[in-house]
């Protein structure tokens, strides 16, 4: 009836309005890092931190594997893609969660500790909201929801994904290479 | 009517419609509208128990009680009565002034609204588990230190942030998407533009504020550090990232009452507005500058004094757009056929006040002042003059402006005035002496006061006492208009933006044709006062 913009495009603008936000969300948390660390950072598992790096950049192109098979209407490249993007957000979730957590460096201690468990988990809160999105889509996928023509929701997960992603491209050298290391 | 999957019952068919989970803009415009106005009737209770303590230098009440009914009283008055009433108008006005059907995404404003309810209970359920009790501002370490319920508060505002930022993304994206056809962005009304202005305000800044509450909930419940002197934090991190959000908060709180003033200002004038593009621009100057002033908030906190005089300059460059505003509208007023009518009366109230309140606003700008005077009752005074005298006058305004397009009903014109004319004399002997006192040296938030004070402070009770009486009338008209008001027709102020081209109240789907639009929103041709309009 009003010259109506197509329901993806108004989402997709709402979603891109959402990442603006969330900018300032993690924005926030790395003002306070390099208002509290300042020119140091504490000692934390290099290996560790560039293993988890590379796998959630390398899950960003298996990301981007599974949006252009589907929108290409390859269905089996397009469901394993989505498996194996989600178990590698899966592995980096045990990288950081289940072994740099159980590190030394607990959330009580001190500064160190507090920023580096907040900027952590508020990104790891977003990586597992992805994993479950990107099930979602699999499962839809599975069900043969998706054309080449109609995958929106696809499109949005990918988006999603990568937006992680490249927070985590800032987040990890804050948390890792910048400034000198000291024990905290 | 849209037809969501899940929500078959859209749209206002009865008065229980207003108590579910409804997708459609006017009935979440009016829940906003009316669950708004709760708050401010219990905030405004507070306040009279603050003024109640005041009338005596010593103690009246137990201080902790003190401490948290004004904590309580600005909280609630702020995020839960002045940022979502404003929610409401837009939700209301906004697919009414554009010409579509409904907002662009009818189940997360749905779910907005309920969110705010939510953090409301929250915020409010605090008082059970020991009150917070350090102020709208929370400043750590007291914060760190004060009861449970200072947790649930922090929560609270989390909850409410996250209901304003999905509102902002709305509002954003349904004024970007859904215009009528030949609604370009140079007809859009102002009210639009200002809730632009203010969307992208509260889409970059609201993040900000949730991360430093969830920091604090952190570290009062789970032994982090981020503010505590004592374990390496920061306190003045706190200002920071607080007043990061909550300088911006200030513009979210009177850029859309600026709107809503803008809309009444031609009507009752019967003139085009005055420099339509210049206001539209001003909105984006102070959405813009409003970013970089948060620290004149915390002149005295030891800072450099160049970071000082950098803020200082921003600050009043802030003065610039909202100068060019204020001539606008006198340039409106200017030689128009002016129709007292309540609406017009509470927009002249705030253009009066708002100019007090603007240049108390610089004189606080002022780093040598502000010196003297910070945390004085001198920025109580300030305060409420923006916010009460700007803010809160528009909303009444704005009330009686569109009462007849929302309940179909006329409201009582002579109730109205009245409720203007004690709103302004009671705010005045409020407020205005607030300013004497913080120059004599009155701090603000404390339980008992030096003696000489009384006379002054027994004068500001009363005018808080003739303030809140104003409610009275207000309240009834809008309760006994509702159910026994003669009806309005579609147009009673033949103006001329959209909400006004379709039925009182608006059917669902609010347009039998769908508009198309081929002239500016206040091309008043002629000064026609409405009732000579009428009469053609």
């Not at chain 1, 010259?3 to 891109?16: L, M, N, S």
């Not at chain 2, 004085?376 to 003059?385: N, P, T």
Request: charged share 10%.
């Amino acid at each position: 009836m009003t010259a109506w913009v197509g329901t993806v495009e108004r989402t997709r603008a709402g979603i891109w309005l959402f990442f603006v936000s969330e900018v300032f969300l993690f924005g926030a948390l790395l003002g306070m890092r390099f208002n509290l660390w300042g020119n140091t950072r504490p000692d934390l598992d290099q290996r560790l931190g560039l293993l988890v790096t590379a796998i959630l950049l390398a899950s960003s192109f298996f990301m981007y594997l599974a949006e252009s098979a589907v929108a290409h209407g390859r269905r089996v490249v397009f469901l394993l893609s989505t498996l194996v993007t989600a178990s590698l957000g899966i592995a980096f979730l045990v990288g950081v969660v289940g072994f740099e957590w159980s590190g030394h460096l607990q959330p009580t201690d001190g500064v160190y500790g507090s920023v580096f468990f907040a900027m952590t988990g508020l990104h790891a809160l977003h990586v597992a909201s992805g994993v479950l999105f990107i099930a979602y889509i699999g499962i839809k996928g599975l069900r043969g929801r998706y054309t080449s023509a109609e995958h929106f929701g696809v499109e949005a997960c990918a988006i999603y994904w990568h937006f992680i992603d490249v927070v985590w491209v800032f987040l990890y050298p804050a948390l890792y290479l910048m400034g000198t290391a000291v024990q905290a | 009517m849209s037809t969501h999957r899940g929500f078959v019952r859209h749209g206002a068919h009865g008065w229980s419609d207003y108590f579910t989970f409804n997708t459609d803009h006017k009935v979440i415009g009016v829940q906003y509208l009316v669950s708004t106005l709760l708050f401010f009737l219990y905030a405004g209770l507070l306040a009279l128990v603050i003024r109640f303590e005041l009338l005596d230098p010593a103690p009246t009440l137990n201080a902790n009680t003190y401490n948290a009914a004004f904590t309580l009283h600005g909280s609630v008055m702020i995020f839960l009565f002045v940022i979502p009433v404003m929610a409401g108008f837009a939700n209301y006005l906004i697919p009414l002034m554009i010409g579509a059907n409904d907002m662009a995404f009818p189940r997360l404003n749905a779910l907005s609204f309920w969110l705010l309810m939510l953090g409301g209970l929250v915020i409010v359920s605090g008082n059970f588990l020991g009150p917070a009790d350090t102020g709208w501002t929370a400043y750590a370490p007291l914060s760190l230190q004060a009861p449970d319920g200072q947790t649930l508060w922090a929560i609270g505002v989390i909850i409410i942030g996250t209901s304003s930022t999905m509102g902002g993304i709305n509002f954003l994206v349904t004024i970007g998407t859904l215009r009528a056809p030949g609604l370009t962005l140079g007809r859009l009304p102002l009210f639009c533009w200002g809730m632009i202005a203010t969307s992208l305000m509260v889409v970059l800044a609201t993040p900000v504020l949730t991360t430093a509450m969830a920091l604090l909930v952190l570290e009062r419940v789970a032994g982090m550090t981020f503010f505590a002197a004592a374990g390496g934090g920061d306190p003045l991190s706190w200002q920071n990232l607080f007043w990061f959000y909550s300088h911006p908060a200030v513009y979210i709180m009177i850029l859309p009452a600026m709107g809503l003033i803008s809309e009444i200002l031609p009507v009752f004038s019967r003139k085009p507005i005055f420099g339509y593009r210049a206001i539209a621009a001003s909105s984006m100057a102070i959405a813009i500058l409003g970013f970089l002033v948060w620290a004149h908030h915390m002149f005295t906190t030891g800072m450099d004094p160049s970071v000082q005089t950098a803020f200082m300059v921003t600050s009043m460059i802030i003065a610039v757009p909202t100068g060019v505003k204020i001539f606008n509208w006198i340039g409106t007023m200017w030689g128009g056929v002016l129709d007292l009518r309540t609406p017009m009366l509470f927009a002249i109230g705030f253009i009066g006040m708002f100019v007090i309140g603007g240049l108390s606003g610089i004189t606080l700008g002022s780093v040598p002042v502000d010196t003297h005077v910070h945390d004085s009752y001198y920025v109580v005074g300030h305060l409420h003059y923006v916010l009460f005298g700007g803010s809160v006058l528009a909303i009444f305004g704005a009330f009686y402006f569109w009462f007849p397009k929302i309940t179909g009903k006329m409201y009582d014109e002579r109730l109205g005035k009245l409720h203007f004319w004690l709103t302004i004399v009671g705010f005045t002997l409020t407020f205005f002496p607030m300013h004497w006192l913080g120059l004599q040296g009155m701090p603000r938030r404390v339980v008992a006061y030096a003696e000489q004070f009384q006379q002054t402070n027994q004068l500001v009770s009363l005018g808080a006492l003739i303030l809140a009486l104003g409610v009275l009338p207000f309240l009834y008209n809008m309760i006994v208009s509702w159910t026994r008001g003669a009806q309005a027709s579609s147009n009673p102020w033949s103006a001329l933006t959209l909400e006004w081209q379709t039925s009182s109240p608006p059917p669902i789907g609010n347009f039998d044709t769908p508009p198309v639009v081929t002239n500016g929103p206040y091309d008043y041709g002629e000064s026609l006062s409405p009732r000579e309009a009428a009469a053609d």
